[in-house]
């Protein structure tokens, strides 16, 4: 109810502004923009030949924002989005993903409000963004998924040093889509010694879910720049986004029809310094990270999760002399150093890179074309994903995209435990305004 | 390259008079660029600027430039921090994550924003450092209906850059420039720029043109750009220039 009350509040806030906007002495200090985007989403899944989940995924989703400012000041933001999904029932809404208001004054910054937050700021992948609030309707393809927080971000910079400080809900809990899934098995049947076959049929019945709700989300970091180096040191407390997961039996042992699934969202706990620079043209960062956290072990126990993240990558943008034409190419390697003496089962989200190297390259052919690649490649798993595209912009306002994700490798990486999921995926975009 | 050359008097006049007129403190205003391509391909971008100088007389600035249109790179941005003595500064803004990135420098001859201009032509455009090139005076010659001086400007020995030489037709009137040619190394002509719409900054006493073309006859490509509502040292707020700015503009 709160919330509601805060959105409409924000929503009252932003309008009154605008119509400030034409009764002000100073009409030109004033600006409000909308922006929009619509778009449409088909992926068929061509080696899911067995699933009697839908091969195909239909979506269209429709996204405002209104923005609206006065000077260099402040400023309201809304973003409302409606989505519309063929066979996903829990897609279908309309929400406020982002509802916030800024203030600025000299050096201080100050975000308040509902907003969506990307902790990583490393070029690539940065472990800080495992702790991420998405929808997690696809785990490939969540450039557009993020979901808003409740908080405040606030920044001051002296100097060249910036001490930015954020504080969310502890509500940090990703959205998951637990049925009909092709990322998530529910079990449909459980082991009983005394069982016909040695296993029961099991119903899911819906899921409970328990968060610290004591634990704010909670960021800290401070920037600041040695010569032609930029130092970050950053940390996190929170809770993770993803919960453990266990099965609470409604009937006993004795009739094992019926399941709960208990989520447990733990709380997750990391430090990391970032340092990028250049050499010649091209870009260089690194990042080494060090994450507490909790898993389900392999006996079954909730247990301690501490491992360590090194992280070395390089980027570099090319203008050829084709005045139209253009390269971009992304290189990283992903280290994760574990302290705990087990393996990883390749199901676990936040485990997807052990000694991984993830390549990023586009190739712009001409304004209307161009071509991109994806790829990641884990040496510890033997997994690997490879996801080409072509994009055709025919206006500014119109762009198409398809290409194919390749799932392949070891049952034993994830990449390879949902190579079933290997799919075409076409993208239609339409920018209004 | 000249290892030996000395400006004239009188095309050092010439030069600092379009030094004063083209010299800002500070400056905003949109821009809009049309790349066009041998082919005819176009592609049109429009940007908001922000330039302030760090250091008159070692001729550097800062600049934060962001895409306004079209919708999808709305909102990208890039602040650029030009030092004496050091590489730039530069940072690239992405709206998508809300964060920015420090990148590598620009180099002078790379093109900026995938149009014809060059980084060292941008500096140029700014404010010319007269003292890095031999300037000859070759003559009075009309640009259209505007009287022109004829000038050769030609790199002095330590001074970086891609062109052998520059022919430059500076505006009797305005002292601003008309139509620069610019020849590679090898004394080929590489490409043409050409000011027009020339007219008063708001209510204010600065001339600047208004549309400004270049095409590189090598290619066959060309860049045309558009500018309105140019403000020139009306002051500006110096905490655009951070990369804090950038992230919470």
């Keep these: 109810m709160a919330k509601q009350f805060l959105v409409l509040l924000i929503l009252f806030f932003t309008l009154m502004s605008s119509f400030v906007h034409s009764q002000t002495k100073e009409p030109e200090a004033w600006k409000t923009n909308f922006s929009g985007t619509a778009y449409a989403l088909g992926r068929y899944y061509y080696q899911d030949k067995e699933s009697s989940i839908n091969p ?33 029932e829990s897609r279908n809404r309309l929400w406020v993903n982002e509802a916030f208001v800024s203030f600025r004054k000299g050096k201080l910054f100050l975000n308040l409000g509902k907003q969506t937050i990307k902790w990583g700021t490393l070029t690539g992948y940065s472990a800080l963004d495992l702790v991420n609030r998405y929808d997690y309707y696809d785990i490939l393809d969540t450039d557009n998924e993020r979901l808003g927080l409740w908080g405040m971000d606030a920044r001051i910079l002296m100097g060249k040093t910036e001490i930015q400080v954020r504080a969310f809900q502890p509500d940090n809990r990703s959205k998951l889509h637990l049925q009909n899934n092709r990322w998530i098995d529910l079990p449909n049947s459980l082991p009983l010694p005394n069982a016909p076959g040695g296993e029961v049929p099991v119903f899911y019945k819906g899921n409970e879910s328990t968060f610290n709700t004591n634990l704010p989300t909670l960021g800290m970091s401070v920037t600041s720049q040695l010569g032609s180096i930029e130092i970050q040191g950053k940390w996190l407390s929170a809770n993770n986004d993803i919960p453990v997961s266990s099965i ?31 050499i010649g043209s091209w870009n260089i960062w690194s990042e080494l990270a060090h994450v507490n956290s909790e898993r389900i072990d392999n006996s079954g126990q909730l247990s301690a999760d501490t491992y360590s993240f090194i992280s070395l990558g390089a980027d570099r943008f090319w203008q050829l002399d084709h005045p139209e034409r253009q390269v971009r190419l992304m290189a990283q390697y992903i280290k994760v150093i574990s302290w705990i003496d087990e393996v990883y089962r390749p199901t676990e989200l936040d485990h997807i890179f052990q000694s991984s190297l993830l390549l990023d390259a586009m190739l712009q052919l001409t304004y209307k074309w161009r071509l991109e690649l994806r790829s990641v490649a884990d040496m510890v798993t033997k997994g690997l ?39 075409i995926h076409f993208h239609l975009t339409y920018y209004p305004f | 390259m000249n290892l030996m050359g000395q400006t004239s008097p009188e095309a050092l006049s010439i030069m600092e008079k ?17 790349n066009i391509s041998k082919t005819g391909r176009t592609q049109t971008r429009t940007l908001q600027q922000y330039i302030k100088s760090n250091d008159l007389k070692e001729n550097k600035y800062s600049l934060v430039l962001e895409f306004v249109s079209p919708a999808d790179v709305a909102g990208t941005a890039t602040l650029t921090i030009q030092q004496a003595g050091k590489p730039d500064e530069q940072w690239l803004y992405l709206p998508a994550v809300r964060s920015s990135k420090r990148i590598s ?22 404010s010319e450092n007269i003292q890095d090139f031999q300037y000859t005076f070759l003559g009075e010659e009309s640009q259209g209906n505007q009287k022109a001086f004829k000038i050769e400007a030609v790199p002095l020995n330590g001074t970086l850059s891609q062109y052998e030489k520059r022919h430059l037709w500076i505006d009797q009137k305005t002292y601003l420039m008309l139509r620069t040619d610019f020849y590679d190394q090898k004394g080929n002509l590489l490409k043409t720029y050409f000011a027009q719409d020339i007219q008063l900054v708001g209510n204010s006493s600065i001339f600047r043109a208004h549309k400004i073309k270049l095409e590189n006859v090598q290619t066959g490509n060309k860049t045309e750009v558009l500018y309105e509502g140019f403000a020139i040292n009306e002051g500006i707020n110096p905490s655009i220039f951070t990369k804090t700015y950038l992230e919470t503009k």
């Design chain 2, 18 to 34: 379009y030094q004063q007129a083209t010299a800002i403190e500070n400056l905003t205003g949109k821009l809009t660029y049309t």
């Design chain 1, 248 to 278: 609470s039996l409604l009937g006993g042992m004795e009739n094992p029809h019926d399941y709960l699934l208990e989520l447990d969202y733990r709380p997750i706990h990391m430090g990391a310094i970032n340092l990028s620079s250049w």
């Design chain 2, 105 to 126: 420098p620009s180099k002078k001859s790379d093109r900026f924003m995938g149009t014809e201009m060059t980084y060292e032509d941008l500096s140029n455009y700014l």
């Design chain 1, 385 to 423: 994903y490879i996801a080409p595209n072509v994009q055709f912009r025919p206006s500014d306002k119109i762009h198409f995209k398809t290409g194919t994700d390749i799932l392949a490798g070891s049952s034993d990486s994830f990449f390879g435990n949902f190579r079933h999921n290997s799919r």
């Design chain 1, 56 to 88: 195909w995924q239909m979506e269209t989703r429709g996204m405002l924002g209104l923005n609206t400012s006065y000077k260099d000041i402040f400023q309201g933001n809304l973003t409302l989005i409606a989505n519309a999904n063929a066979t996903v």
